[in-house]
């Protein structure tokens, strides 16, 4: 699996030094765009701020991402709708409306390139159509200039399309090294491999330790912007689904007839397409095929099954990046910004964006921020419907089988997502890991770059069993979400520790 195309071009990202000041007012954990968005606003209106990241800038779904900023997000206004009200939907459009504004003028001011063009929820089979009618009417019913289409005319097959004109899409390196920059000129400090390991809430005075892998100190608040909340072991993460999908840039066949605009389907597995032009060059962005983390037997084959989606419909297409990342999916299916109860009142959490955080990320940013400075909030998501957040959040907490969760996550997400097989628990496809078991323990054995690894495969956030990911050679959790390298090195996710090494 290769690195994204973002990282392949990724420009600078200023960061600095560990902060030599042992107190700030807030420290923000985690340096992609809630991270970011966050620190600018809080360095912006007069406080000190050091935002702390555990890998790189960007090392999240931030330096990932397809980067289509819309309105239009698959079905989610109709699944909003349905499942809690016309109320909540319209909350939630807002919040979106004003982060895509924000991040139309934030890229304007600071020299982002950004190209304007159409989204498209489609249909690929007469299955879907329904869907499509039903996000034009919810759309409609919002306000949004949406135009409903019978056709297209496209290189895949479309049997209906809602389309929302004057949409983003953008480079999300360029975005993330502008934001580096707009920070670092407000005065916060970022931190790269600074990994967050403890944050423990003090009385008196105030405030909140913080030690992390490159020194410790103390600040006022915390802002956890870490995708799901680290630490966190009670509800919040158990209401976080996490998702990875994939993503591959094509070389188009010379003179290929390319889509105008921005494409998700609403089948299963969903379909996502883009292009981006760097210099003379166009790329053809493919992706979707996502899946609960840590529930897939084989994910080298989700790549393949996109490559074979595009070389169908796009003959003689060549893949020159294929990666992958994920996001998280609220049970409730609206963003969260809160305070976290465990925090006394200092410590607070944004994210689960569903993977349409290019617009929520910058409005729970501005939500986050007002928490912390403790004015009136201009920025809400909507409170979901107890009848609706029952339905799902019971199915969560009940025991519900992986699959079940999976549906769950289908039905959440609107737009189709895959259903995961379920991790295996005997041997992986790929003769480089075995998963078998030390009397109760599971033990995961791989061999990667020649070196034999042996770890345990339970989870040291809350004991969840581990799976083998064969495109990315890590143990994922199929929990909430942690991922570990083969050899048991942290990647992401809730858990702040490695896999015990045996
Ligand atoms: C494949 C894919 C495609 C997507 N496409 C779109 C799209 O087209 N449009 C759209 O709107 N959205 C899309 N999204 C969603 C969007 O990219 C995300 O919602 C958004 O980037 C989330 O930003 P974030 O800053 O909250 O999280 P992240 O970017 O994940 O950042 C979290 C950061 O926290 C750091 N961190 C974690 N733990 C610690 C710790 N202990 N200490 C310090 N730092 C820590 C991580 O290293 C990471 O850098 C997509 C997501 C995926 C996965
Ligand atoms: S991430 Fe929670 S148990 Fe693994």
Redesign the pocket.
Known sequence: MSTSLWHDHAPDYPTSPFPTSAHVDVAV????????ITALLLAEAGRSVAV???????????????????LL?GTRLSTLTRTHNKELAADYLSASRLGQDWLREFCRDHGVDTHTTSAFTFAATEKGVQQVEAEHRAAHDLGLPTVLHDNLVTPFPVQAAVELPEQL?LN?ADLLSALCRAVTDAGATITEQ????EVLPREAPSRVEIS?SAGDLTADRVVL???TP??DKRTTTMELVP?????CAFDPAPNAALPDG?FISVESPSV?L?THTLGEETKLLV?GY?HRTGQSRSTVERLTEIENWTTEHFPGTRRTHG?????YHPVSMVPMVETLHWGEGLVHF??G?????????PA?AHQVADLVLERPGRVTFGSPSTLGTAKTTAQMQSGATTSQVSNLVQAVTGAGDDRGDGPDDSTTDDSDANVGREGLRPVGEATVNGQACRVSLTCPHLGGTLAWNDAEESWDCPLHGSRFTADGTLL??PA?GDLKRL
Not at 243 to 247: A, E, F, P, T, V
Not at 323 to 327: G, I, T, V, Y
């Open positions: 954990v985690g340096a992609g765009f809630t991270g970011l702390l990241e555990a890998r790189q800038v960007g090392a999240g779904a931030s330096g990932a991402t397809t980067a289509k900023t819309t997000q899409q999300p600074a990994r967050v390991t992390t912007a870490t995708a680290i630490l998702q990875r999908s994939y993503l921005m996502s883009r992706g996502g990666w992958s990342a994920q996001d944004a994210g964006y569903s993977k349409w955080g290019m617009t929520s990320a729970a992401e996710g702040v």
